[in-house]
């Protein structure tokens, strides 16, 4: 059975969360406190691994509304559920009325019991035609006892009578069952007394309501069987909240007394998880350590040790850790190590991050409650899963929840990193507003706060495909993208050398964030070339990166390799011509610089820091994005306007420059 949709409704902040639809993974997004937890808590309680049982209207009820509103019959749950072929073929062998069903709708409401409703046609029940026809056969009664003596005659027509107040019983197909089958006995055997006999139709009206009578008991005891059957065939609901406790250090002794005493702490209780992942026995180690088999015990830690790394090691991409268990007399130790660094020390898991205690924790309990994933195909839940993850290891526990399990999982998160991006139909939003309360969108819809993780999500899976690729050319700015890019393709289409097509240019987001841009891009094994302005500080920064051997010396281009005549400093707006570029900045700031006289200071050596300069004089703001969004718009209609010869020579130069220099590095 796979879980297609369900509904919550008067539980907690909930009212009425609206139709959810679930996929194979499905991601409840919403801020805090917006009712994400109280979505997974009202689905747990269909069929919890604990057992089922009635809700607490005090606890779980809206706090907001009266109590006496809230009674055994007030729905929680409902959920529909898709059966796969072999299902429906048991299904309809257990109550043949449900043959072709496909689906089947299970809830639950306050009380101790669940409903299952099976959209089958069952018996053909209509009591207006049931009256029709026992119209006929009474007719027919009286017809056969107007030809008898008056004993026979009285007789035959009471029993007509009787029949007839029986089966025109109101009420449900059950309860007229109940009163029909006596009542058609007794007319039957009534007619056999009198000697009387009724013509084939009518005998035929008599055998139909018969046959109704008897079958209607046998499909209300198989259609029973059959909500019982969907009730055992229903998946368990495992809730994960937090991460469970499993202690690094272990008292097998105490553990053991505890358990005898039935004293058990949750810490126990994951104990016990490990050792069953493990593969071990706490008894057989207590045996064992009384018998003074060490030996023994330590083969048997050594070969659970490799089992759970071997496990750890499949989910745990951070760093390929190792897992070893030492037994020490009583004591029980779980020892975590890194083998591939500089320092092979084991620390003991009491001691590791966070981050990695969670994941451990999720892995043993999962893996102990639902046999590594398969147990009757368990939906998960869980309720902020790797929350405590390096981002890096949240995105790999998205991956691994996507293509190591086999089971449907609903999580709730607020982390971008846990959006699944790739499968946007996956994500369900969830907002609280005062008078709806919590409710659900199947579209990503909501306020500023809700959405935030899904558009920083996009954002950088965004900046992930569109900026940044195998080969990187680091660049200052957006506006030295937007112009490096538009030239370069007009230059490609003119049959003249543009940028090598391998390229992605990477905008850094200002100079003072390109050494950054760099790290990260080369920590992920990229190749990196970065286009620098030629000024003071860009030369500074280069030093910078070659000293921390972020990146080599001949990997640095400036824009002043474009000049035949190199100048003391130049941006990438040096590149045009300074006519243009007036041009360009006057009709950007039309309005602006109405009634104003700009006084450039020829002397400043980069043309935008001359615009700057000017601009700050008569107290106006200057962005060299609005002249670089115009220069964009005049080379899709009229290239020569801004590009002339000399200046799309410099581009071509400035062009083979850097494919050069992609080149040897490739090369290398």
């Excluded at 409704?9 to 994400?36: H, M, P, Q, W, Y």
């Excluded at 009787?162 to 449900?172: D, H, L, N, W």
């Excluded at 949750?266 to 009384?290: H, M, W, Y």
Aim: proline residues 4%; hydrophobic residues 40%.
């Amino acid at each position: 059975m796979q879980l297609k949709c369900f509904r919550v409704r008067n539980f907690r902040s909930i009212n009425d969360s609206g139709d959810i639809d679930v996929s194979r993974l499905t991601a409840l997004l919403g801020r805090n406190e917006s009712g994400k937890s109280n979505v997974l808590r009202a689905l747990h309680s269909l069929k919890p691994a604990e057992g089922f049982k009635a809700l607490n209207p005090i606890k779980d009820f809206p706090r907001h509304r009266k109590l006496d509103e809230c009674t055994d019959s007030t729905p929680v749950v409902d959920s529909t559920w898709m059966l796969d072929d072999h299902e429906q073929e048991r299904l309809a062998e257990i109550w043949p009325s449900a043959k072709g069903v496909t689906e089947v709708e299970v809830g639950r409401r306050y009380g101790d019991t669940r409903y299952v409703l099976i959209p089958a046609s069952g018996v053909t029940f209509n009591q207006a035609n049931i009256k029709t026809d026992a119209r006929k056969v009474i007719a027919a009664v009286r017809a056969s006892a107007a030809k008898l003596e008056d004993g026979a005659k009285s007789e035959l027509e009471r029993a007509g009578e009787t029949f007839f107040e029986a089966i025109s019983v109101g009420g449900s197909a059950a309860k007229w069952a109940e009163a029909a089958a006596p009542a058609l006995g007794a007319l039957r055997q009534a007619l056999a007394t009198a000697d009387a006999e009724l013509t084939a139709s009518q005998d035929e009206l008599v055998v139909a309501l018969e046959e109704l009578a008897e079958t209607i008991p046998q499909s209300d005891e198989a259609h029973k069987k059959a909500r019982g059957w969907i009730i055992e065939r229903l998946p368990t609901f495992m809730y994960l909240e937090d991460y469970p406790e499993i202690a690094g250090h272990q008292d097998v002794d105490q553990f053991l007394k505890r358990k005898a005493e039935g004293r058990q702490t949750s810490a126990d209780l994951n104990f016990e998880k490990l050792c069953k992942v493990a593969g071990l026995s706490p008894e057989q180690l207590q045996k064992l350590s009384q018998a003074g088999d060490q030996e023994t015990r330590s083969q048997l830690a050594n070969r659970a040790g490799a089992v759970v790394t071997t496990a750890i090691r499949d989910r745990w991409k951070d760093r390929k850790l190792k897992v070893r268990f030492n037994l020490d007399a009583h004591h029980f130790d779980t020892l975590i190590s890194d083998p591939n660094s500089v320092y092979d020390v084991e620390v003991n898991l009491n001691e590791r991050s966070r981050g990695f205690q969670w994941f451990f924790a999720f892995y043993i309990v999962f893996a102990a409650d639902t046999k590594d994933g398969d147990a009757d195909g368990a939906v998960l839940l869980l309720d902020e899963p790797g929350l405590y993850l390096h981002a890096r290891s949240q995105s790999d526990l998205l991956r691994h929840l996507e293509t190591g399990f086999s089971n449907q999982i609903l999580y709730s998160t607020h982390s971008p990193f846990m959006v699944p991006t790739h499968q946007l139909d996956w994500v369900r939003t969830v907002n609280i507003t005062e008078g709806e309360g919590t409710t659900v969108s199947n579209d990503p819809n909501g306020d500023a706060k809700t959405l935030f993780p899904l558009q920083a999500a996009l954002g950088y899976d965004l900046a992930q495909s569109l900026f940044i690729g195998p080969n990187n050319l680091v660049v200052e700015g957006v506006t030295d993208f937007w112009i490096l890019s538009a030239v370069s393709s007009y230059l490609a289409e003119q049959g003249k050398s543009g940028l090598d097509t391998r390229l992605t240019i990477t905008p850094a987001g200002g100079a003072q964030k390109v050494h950054y841009m760099v790290a990260l891009l080369t920590s992920g094994q990229l190749n990196v070339i970065v286009l620098f302005d030629d000024e003071k500080d860009a030369k500074a920064t280069r030093d910078d990166l070659v000293k921390g051997k972020l990146i080599r010396s001949d990997n640095v281009v400036f824009v002043s390799d474009a000049f035949e005549t190199a100048p003391s400093e130049a941006d990438m707006e040096d590149m045009l011509d300074p006519k243009v570029y007036d041009a360009l900045v006057r009709e950007a700031y039309k309005k602006e610089l109405r009634g104003k006289k700009l006084e450039l200071n020829n002397h400043v050596p980069r043309i935008a820091r001359r615009y700057e300069q000017a601009f700050d004089a008569l107290e106006l703001d200057f962005h060299k994005s609005r002249p670089a969004r115009l220069f964009l718009q005049k080379m899709s209609n009229d290239v020569s306007a801004v590009l002339p010869a000399p200046s799309l020579d410099q581009f071509e130069r400035l062009f083979v420059s850097i494919n050069k220099t992609l080149l040897k590095h490739l090369a290398r």
